[in-house]
């Protein structure tokens, strides 16, 4: 199953994850994309069960460094996302169910900064790979034996999608939840 890496979002989703030594992870991401105009707007993304699959002490450091001083915290990652074409408003992280969630909000003015989902000739639309599991959309996914594809009608102005990224069933992956809340 294709990987989903939060930086490519924003803040975590944002996501976020540094293919440094060790990786943050994540179970499933949310996007909830609002459009002012076809191409402009802002988003919302959300990741959940945030987790760092570190097999040493030193490469889990650099993980939770990564996300709790540079991708939370730091005027240089969102500069970053900003060359991007997101313009970080929001990041946050918070502890629901022991599980970490991380959210981050971000203005655009291409909506193809999303994930680059494209606009044409009235419609949205987000080209994915045939692996990609797609849990929920208020748009349509259309398969091709190359790609799925999920395509919103021009009338929708919030675009809305879910993704599967990873299980956590038998692996050990080290969640972060605890962590995050020492460190409040």
Known sequence: MKKIFIYSAAFLPIVFLFT??????FNRIDYEVHLETPEKGYAIITAYDMRSNAETNEDFEKDTTNLFSYMLKSKEFADQQKEQGKDIYS????VKDNMLIGQA???????AAVENIKYEEGFHYLNLALD??????????????????ILWGKD??????EMFSESF??????????????RQ
């Open 20 to 25: 440094l030594n060790g990786c943050l992870i």
């Open 91 to 94: 990041r946050k992280l918070f």
């Open 105 to 111: 909000e971000y203005r655009f003015d291409s909506v």
């Open 132 to 149: 990609d599991s797609v849990i929920s959309t208020n748009g349509v996914i259309v398969k091709s034996k190359d790609f799925k594809r």
């Open 156 to 161: 929708i102005k919030i675009l809305k999608f």
């Open 169 to 182: 069933e038998g692996n050990p992956y080290r969640p972060l939840a605890q962590l995050y809340k020492k």
